[in-house]
Nanobody, 123 residues
């Protein structure tokens, strides 16, 4: 019904940058909030950044000032730009979206997750 596909992860040195992208496809009526979450080894998945349909953003304190989230509603895409990367940013990054799914029976909102993309920051 709906698929979220992330791309852009990789291995970078501390201080470097990456751009993560997530594209949603399927029977989408509209997309409300979108966000990026990350899961470091042995740790619980945590919020990195979110963006509402109106463009309001929220960042975890640990990434504030270094990461930037944006969205392109025409392409159903959300992007996370990671700057000044630190080794502690190493994690699997997951795209999330609150999507109103359209069908012949109507619409309903649900949360969808991508498969994750690995970000590794070396020291």
């Amino acid at each position: 019904q709906v698929q979220l596909v992330e791309s852009g992860g990789g291995l970078v040195q501390a201080g470097g940058s990456l751009r993560l992208s997530c594209a949603a496809s399927g029977s989408i009526f509209s997309i409300n909030a979108m966000g990026w979450y990350r899961e470091a080894p042995g740790k619980q998945r945590e919020l990195a950044a979110t963006i509402t349909r109106g463009g309001s953003t929220n960042y975890a304190d640990s990434v504030k000032g270094r990461f930037t989230i944006s969205r392109d509603d025409a392409e159903n895409t959300v992007t996370l730009r990671l700057n000044s990367l630190k080794p502690e940013d190493t994690a699997v990054y997951y795209c999330n979206a609150q999507i109103v799914v359209g069908s012949v029976r109507g619409q309903s909102e649900s949360s969808w997750w991508g498969q994750g993309t690995q970000v590794t920051v070396s020291s």
